[in-house]
């Protein structure tokens, strides 16, 4: 990955690999889970503390039978048994449990895949009853077996009393000088234990992450997975090309969502949201047939219905917008309460504000809520009509119905129903030139 990060905690949407698989393992309702790690390890442990597993350690990397080896101690006898990948991000819970199923009490579920290029694979060698009789690693296949196109995924399940005594006997006499998880086959064959096999729906669910090419190619795999389930839903998007969910989404009827657009955390649209192109929404809820026009930033927001947010708009965390509300072209709000029907049209922005219903804020207005140490709060009340460019120096109340005269410096309370303004003066000079350059 030539990364710091170890490899499993490279980010698939909005998780890493290694959580993809344990939550679809935790969805299989397994008794226990039991995570191998090596290289950067305590890292991996203290990153996903928070899942329930059994973190077991292996020392010396000396291949995948000596990986599930270490493990085999914490595992009960007689119990199914299912092996994973950390770095094979998509493999489905559906293909896991036909697996499961295909194992049964006494059998060995095989996962394999069929592929139109199996190099680096290991083959599936058939007998001539098409029985699987072993699994031969790249390194040690002949040019013959080269050419078989079934290979093993290296997901299987069984039983761990069986497990644990194949493990027992592998052997490192390979190319590799590793011990093969895959020669446990091999001796299931020679006890007459039935090897049953199951194929993917989809090859990228086999498909394991060795570098940033490939984490990028599963990316795209993973999203058109997600937008696919969402159209299914019914959401229109535009492009499922151009659409990330890095998280969850909630969408109810008729949402509509244009080009390169990113949800990221937990999002929820109402009834008829239209979300134009070149938006990043993020943990935030949007409520019935609102619409968040082009290249705005929404997170951590609460925004009403039949809102009207954008073009470039940013919208930042503990913000409320009620019904109807208008946010315009380079508006930014921040930890602020609006009202129904008020408008914040133009360049502005509003931060740690109260502001009532139908208010009127003119371009270039700014709350002014910082004082290089302390954050103080604006009161705007309902009706207020503020002029473009104007400037409250919070603490402060405008009380309502008022209405602020444009270009004033609001640093008082100003009385509801009344007209304030704060100007200089404005001045002629008769008779004054331009200079005139030399």
């Avoid at 499993?8 to 993809?20: A, F, N, R």
């Avoid at 290979?151 to 006499?173: H, P």
């Avoid at 959401?235 to 009827?253: H, I, K, M, N, Y």
């Avoid at 504000?353 to 009161?379: L, R, S």
């Amino acid at each position: 990955m030539k990364s710091a990060l170890p490899k499993v905690l490279h980010t698939l949407g909005h998780k890493s690999l290694l959580e993809h698989v344990l939550d679809t393992a935790n969805g299989l309702n397994a008794q226990s889970i039991h995570v191998v790690y090596g290289h950067g390890g305590e890292r991996v442990k203290q990153q996903l503390a928070r899942h329930n597993v059994n973190w077991v350690l292996q020392d010396q990397q000396l291949g995948t039978g000596h990986a599930v080896e270490q493990a085999a101690p914490f595992v009960p006898d007689n119990q199914p048994v299912l092996i994973l990948y950390g770095d094979v991000p998509l493999i489905k819970q559906q293909t896991l449990q036909k697996l499961i199923a295909a194992a049964g009490s006494d059998a060995l579920g095989l996962l394999t895949a069929t592929l139109a290029d199996p190099t680096g694979y290991g083959r599936i060698i058939r007998n001539a009853a098409g029985e699987v009789v072993k699994i031969i690693e790249q390194k040690d296949a002949d040019d013959a077996q080269k050419k078989i196109r079934e290979i093993n995924t290296g997901m299987l399940a069984l039983n761990s009393t069986r497990l644990k005594g194949w493990l027992k006997q592998l052997e490192n006499n390979n190319a590799q000088g590793e011990y093969y998880l895959t020669d446990v086959i091999g001796m299931a064959a020679l006890e007459n234990i039935a090897i049953n096999t199951v194929q993917p729906d989809a090859i990228y669910e086999i498909e394991g992450v060795n570098n940033k090419l490939q984490l990028a190619e599963l990316e795209r795999a993973y999203q058109r997975q997600q937008a696919e389930q969402l159209m299914h839903l019914g959401v229109t998007l535009r492009d499922p090309a151009r659409f990330d969910l890095r998280g969850e989404l909630e969408a109810g009827a008729d949402v509509v969502i244009d080009v390169n657009v990113v949800i990221e955390g937990k999002v929820k649209l109402g009834n008829g949201v239209t979300i134009e192109p070149n938006n990043i929404i993020k943990n935030t809820s949007i409520a019935d047939h609102s619409i968040v026009h082009a290249n705005c930033v929404i997170d951590s927001a609460v925004i009403g219905a039949h809102c009207a947010i954008g073009p470039y708009a940013r919208i930042r965390p503990e913000t409320r917008l009620a019904d109807h509300v208008k946010i315009g072209n380079f508006v930014e709000v921040k930890k602020s309460n609006i009202g129904a029907h008020s408008k914040v049209n133009h360049l502005s922005y509003i931060g740690d504000t109260e502001m009532g219903a139908d208010v009127n804020v003119g371009a270039g207005t700014i709350t002014c809520n910082y004082d290089g140490a302390n954050k103080h709060k604006t009161i705007i009340g309902d009706h207020v009509f503020i002029g473009s460019d104007t400037q409250l120096v919070a603490p402060v109340e405008v009380g309502a119905g008022a209405t602020i005269g444009a270009g004033s410096t609001i640093t008082h309370d100003a009385p509801k129903g009344e007209l304030t303004l704060s100007r200089s003066p404005q001045k002629t000079r008769q008779g004054w030139k331009r200079p005139v350059k030399k």
